[in-house]
């Protein structure tokens, strides 16, 4: 009991980084952090579950994770399936990152239903590839190829701000993609990467980020200029490698997501 009790202590420390650095914790307030460093540590002993998409899963995630999307009906069965609710060890939900709310809305959730020891691992799956890529799977292969990673300038290169979006929307031979799942969007959303995209003048096509992956690799599409966006900016990362595989060069993203052109006044209710 001594040893959880600290180990326990110490997952609670990262709670106290900078706010600026971890924004959704103050909107999970039951969502208790584990830094890169106590996962480490608890790793081949803590029930680690990736709740991203299949897509994102199949590009990277931490080695031995379970694959379970917070969003599927049957969740907290599943979970259950994973780790007994009074089980003592550590159960980590984790997705893209501090601006991922489906981690922190797992560990919540299993929280409130009576699973003790529940965590999240806010610093997103990029940290843990880039810091412990021998206990990473990446594009099929452990340990992760960090020559293989998508550098930042070639993502860059692909982003653009919403009134380009919105120009590029209505030109010819073009088909715009939400790949948020549908719980991402809602007409009274709370959080700003949450809400409906509209775009006068120009149809958008709502599909999850799974299909989306699927589509890329029949290669549909595969003659039209495709605006693909997110949440937050990150989702489009990893469709990005199923993009660059099959061979797709006429493509641009919505840069930094819906929550961007909300938070800038650009996308307005």
């Given at each position: 009991?001594?040893?959880?009790?600290?180990?326990?202590?110490?997952?609670?420390?990262?709670?106290?980084?900078?706010?600026?650095?971890?924004?959704?914790?103050?909107?999970?307030?039951?969502?208790?952090?584990?830094?890169?460093?106590?996962?480490?540590?608890?790793?081949?002993?803590?029930?680690?579950?990736?709740?991203?998409?299949?897509?994102?899963?199949?590009?990277?995630?931490?080695?031995?994770?379970?694959?379970?999307?917070?969003?599927?009906?049957?969740?907290?069965?599943?979970?259950?399936?994973?780790?007994?609710?009074?089980?003592?060890?550590?159960?980590?939900?984790?997705?893209?990152?501090?601006?991922?709310?489906?981690?922190?809305?797992?560990?919540?959730?299993?929280?409130?239903?009576?699973?003790?020891?529940?965590?999240?691992?806010?610093?997103?799956?990029?940290?843990?590839?880039?810091?412990?890529?021998?206990?990473?799977?990446?594009?099929?292969?452990?340990?992760?190829?960090?020559?293989?990673?998508?550098?930042?300038?070639?993502?860059?290169?692909?982003?653009?701000?919403?009134?380009?979006?919105?120009?590029r929307a209505l030109e010819?031979?073009?088909?715009?993609?939400?790949?948020?799942?549908?719980?991402?969007?809602?007409?009274?959303?709370?959080?700003?990467?949450?809400?409906?995209?509209?775009?006068?003048?120009?149809?958008?096509?709502?599909?999850?980020?799974?299909?989306?992956?699927a589509f890329i690799k029949a290669?549909?599409?595969?003659?039209?200029?495709?605006?693909?966006?997110?949440?937050?900016?990150?989702?489009?990362?990893?469709?990005?490698?199923?993009?660059?595989?099959?061979?797709?060069?006429?493509?641009?993203?919505?840069?930094?997501?819906?929550?961007?052109?909300?938070?800038?006044?650009?996308?307005?209710?």
């Amino acid at each position: 009991m001594r040893k959880l009790a600290l180990f326990c202590l110490f997952l609670i420390l990262p709670s106290l980084a900078a706010a600026a650095d971890y924004p959704l914790r103050a909107k999970f307030p039951q969502a208790t952090p584990i830094s890169t460093e106590m996962l480490l540590s608890q790793h081949g002993k803590a029930v680690v579950v990736d709740v991203r998409t299949q897509m994102e899963y199949d590009v990277a995630h931490v080695k031995d994770a379970a694959l379970l999307p917070v969003d599927e009906s049957d969740f907290l069965a599943q979970v259950g399936a994973l780790r007994g609710k009074s089980d003592t060890a550590a159960l980590v939900f984790y997705c893209n990152g501090a601006l991922c709310a489906k981690s922190y809305k797992a560990a919540e959730i299993v929280t409130a239903a009576g699973f003790g020891n529940a965590f999240v691992y806010d610093a997103g799956i990029m940290t843990w590839l880039k810091t412990h890529p021998e206990k990473t799977v990446f594009l099929g292969r452990t340990p992760a190829d960090p020559k293989l990673v998508i550098d930042d300038e070639a993502f860059k290169k692909r982003l653009i701000d919403f009134p380009e979006f919105s120009k590029r929307a209505l030109e010819p031979n073009t088909i715009i993609i939400d790949i948020r799942d549908d719980s991402q969007r809602s007409v009274n959303a709370d959080l700003p990467q949450n809400q409906i995209l509209v775009i006068r003048g120009a149809a958008v096509q709502n599909i999850a980020s799974d299909r989306f992956a699927a589509f890329i690799k029949a290669e549909g599409f595969k003659n039209k200029q495709l605006l693909v966006v997110d949440a937050v900016g990150v989702q489009i990362r990893w469709a990005q490698y199923f993009l660059e595989e099959h061979g797709y060069t006429n493509y641009a993203f919505l840069k930094g997501g819906v929550k961007a052109a909300v938070e800038s006044g650009a996308l307005k209710k």
